[in-house]
């Protein structure tokens, strides 16, 4: 099956600890995004890369980090600098980058305490 | 901020009647396209409409779009109760065409 997955669905963590989200595709898609979700909000865009081995910062990247080593992932780190991290995150793809339709994986729910 | 902002915030219906929601953003775009997500789930694309295009159908879903007023209008025909959804407006600004701006959603509830 072709799609997009996140793991792990729930993750908790300490306060002041770096946290890697995992994010893989088998869609053969160019472009991938990290969106912050917060409750009753709408998308907020994080980082998004274009292609392998380029990335860039989106509306909220300051406390968060990304690489994209390979095409088909994109994993994001929320770092001990980000100051509010809980909430639920969602990494999507698209064919290129542009006005195209995003799928998006089934989120992962970040709860730092 | 460039975000899209949809009306009503919250909607509340009967299983069978008709859901209008609305999207409006601040300036040129592409293209328009509207989401849906279930509770804590992730979003699934539902209909893409382009600035040259006034109106597009899939199914029980219809799409306007008034680039004049740059607003547009998701309608659900004949409501189901597994509609009960939070919808989303996505816009990619002409100005900055490599990503999507979402809006703040509509959260629909469809009782039987």
């Known amino acids: 099956d072709g799609g997009i997955t996140q793991s792990p669905k729930y993750l908790f963590r300490k306060e002041g600890q770096n946290v890697t989200l995992s994010c893989e595709q088998n869609?053969?898609?160019?472009?991938m995004y990290w969106y912050r979700q917060d409750p009753g909000q709408g998308l907020r865009l994080i980082y998004y890369s274009q292609i392998v081995n380029d990335f860039q910062k989106g509306d909220i990247a300051e406390g968060y980090s990304v690489s994209r080593e390979k095409k088909e992932s994109f994993p994001l780190t929320v770092t001990s600098a980000q100051k509010n991290p809980t909430a639920f995150y969602l990494c999507?793809?698209?064919?290129?980058?542009?006005?195209?339709?995003?799928?998006f994986g089934p989120g992962t729910r970040l709860t730092v305490t | 901020s460039q975000q899209g902002e949809e009306d009503p915030q919250a909607l509340s219906i009967q299983e069978g009647e008709n859901a209008t929601m609305n999207c409006s953003y601040k300036t040129s775009i592409n293209n328009l396209q509207w989401y849906r997500q279930n509770s804590g789930r992730g979003l699934v694309h539902l209909i893409l409409?382009?600035?040259?295009?006034r109106e597009k159908h899939s199914g029980r879903l219809r799409v306007t779009l008034d680039t004049s007023k740059k607003s547009s209008s998701l309608l659900i025909t004949a409501s189901r109760a597994a509609d009960t959804a939070s919808y989303f407006c996505a816009t990619d600004f002409s100005g900055t065409a490599s990503k999507l701006t979402f809006g703040t959603g509509t959260r629909l509830q469809v009782t039987l």
């Open positions: 999507a793809s698209s064919i290129q980058a542009g006005p195209y339709e995003q799928y």
């Open positions: 409409i382009r600035s040259n295009e």
């Open positions: 869609l053969n898609h160019d472009a």
